[in-house]
C-alpha cells in the first residue's frame, strides 16, 4: 500500500479583489501603472476587468499542475478560505480529474494578506485504500514566549509574545486503510528583499529558523526527539534553501549554471541528526529546483523552496522512490539547465499567466 503525497504553493488563490493600490501605487499591479485614472470608481472597474481576464487562465494552469501531480493529498499553501478552494476544485478540478478531492481542511491563520495553509484529500488512494481525515490542528496561537524560542538574533524583528508561525503550522492527522500518519504543513517568513546593505534572506533567517525550530519541538513534543518511529510529513514553502544554481550569461552567449552551498537555514533544522529527510535531495544537484528567481541579469538563480521532509519512519521504506517536480507550468521567462525543458501548459505566459511561481513537488510513499 502506498500514498501520494503533494506540495504546492498556488500563489493567490484568492476570491477578492485588492483595490488599494489607487492610494499606493506600490500596491498596484504594473499594467495599471499605465494608465491615469481620473477616479477610484474607474480604478476598481479596470482592476476588475484586470484580474477577471488573468484568472481563469491562471487558474486553469495551476489545477493543470495540481492534475500531473496526481496526488492522494495535496498541501497548499496561499489559499483565501474554505469557501474559494470549493469553488476553485469545483469549477476547474473538478474538469481536469473528476469527482477527486472530497476532503477539504483549511483554518485562519496568521497572515496579514489572508493567505492561508490547507489540505485537500481523495477519498482513497489511487490503489484503493480508503483515506480519512481524522484530527486536525492549528497551532497558529503559539508565540516565541510559549515555546521558549525568543533569542537574541531576533530582536528588531520580533518580540517575545509575537506569534512564531507567520501563518501556521497545520498538523493533520491521517488515516489511510490501516496505517496513520501526520503531515504538518507550513510556509514560513518569506526573504524580502534587501535593506541597508544586508540580503532578504540573511536578514529575514531568524524568523523562519525559529519556525523550523517551533515544528520540531512540537513534533518531539509528541512523537519524541527521534520521531519514535511514527509517520510525518512536513510539506509546504520554506522560503528558504540550502543550495542554489545561480545562473549567469545571456541569450546570445548561453547560460551557465553553477551551484552553490547556502549558509545554514531553515531547512537543516528540520534534517539534522536524521530528524527528517528531504526526498527531494535524492534527485541529481541540478535538477531540485522549485522555483527561479530574478531581480534582473545581475541577480538570478534557481533553488528548491517546496519541501517533502519524511520522518525515519516515512522513508525507510520508500528508499527507491524519487520525488517529481512538476514544472511545466513556469512562465517562459523561468531559465532551465540544458536538458530539464519541459512543454508548457497551453496558454502560459511570458510572466503571466502561469499556474503558480513555485512548482509543486510529489511523492509516492510506501506504508508497510
Known sequence: ???????????????????????????????????EFSSEAQYRNAEIARVMSLTDDTRQLTA???????????????????????RFEYGYLFKMIGDGYRHKVLIDGNDSRGINLALMAREETLD?????????????????KSLGLYTADLEGLAHPNDKVFKRDLLEVDVKIGSKRLTIYVVHFKSMGGPRDGIDGRTLTMPVRVAEARAVRQIIAKRFGPDGGGKRYVIAG?????????????????GYTFTPEAAD?????????GGFAENVVAR???????????????????????DYLLGSPAMVRTSRDRLPD????????????????????????GWDRPKA?????????????
Request: aromatic share 8%; with cysteine; charged share 25%.
Open 1 to 35: 500500500m502506498s500514498v501520494r503525497i503533494a506540495s504546492f504553493n498556488a500563489e493567490n488563490l484568492l476570491s477578492r479583489f485588492d483595490f488599494t493600490g489607487f492610494r499606493n501605487e506600490l500596491r498596484q499591479d504594473r499594467v495599471a501603472q499605465l494608465y
Open 64 to 86: 493543470l499542475a495540481i492534475a500531473e501531480a496526481d496526488a492522494d493529498i495535496i498541501c497548499l499553501q496561499e489559499v483565501e478560505n474554505l469557501d474559494t478552494l470549493h
Open 128 to 144: 484503493g485504500a480508503r483515506i480519512e481525515i481524522e484530527t486536525v490542528t492549528s497551532h497558529a496561537h503559539q508565540t516565541y
Open 237 to 253: 514553502d520554506f522560503n528558504d534553501y540550502a543550495e542554489k544554481l545561480v545562473i549567469t550569461g545571456d541569450r546570445r552567449s
Open 264 to 272: 545554514d537555514g531553515a531547512v537543516t533544522v528540520l534534517t539534522a
Open 283 to 305: 534527485r541529481p544537484e541540478m535538477d531540485r529546483w522549485t522555483l527561479y528567481h530574478t531581480r534582473g541579469p545581475q541577480e538570478r538563480h534557481l533553488c528548491q523552496l
Open 325 to 348: 517536480i512538476i514544472r511545466s507550468g513556469q512562465p517562459w521567462r523561468t531559465l532551465f539547465p540544458e536538458g530539464q525543458e519541459v512543454d508548457r501548459y497551453p496558454r502560459t
Open 356 to 368: 503558480s511561481d513555485h512548482c509543486p513537488v510529489a511523492m509516492t510513499f510506501d506504508l508497510v
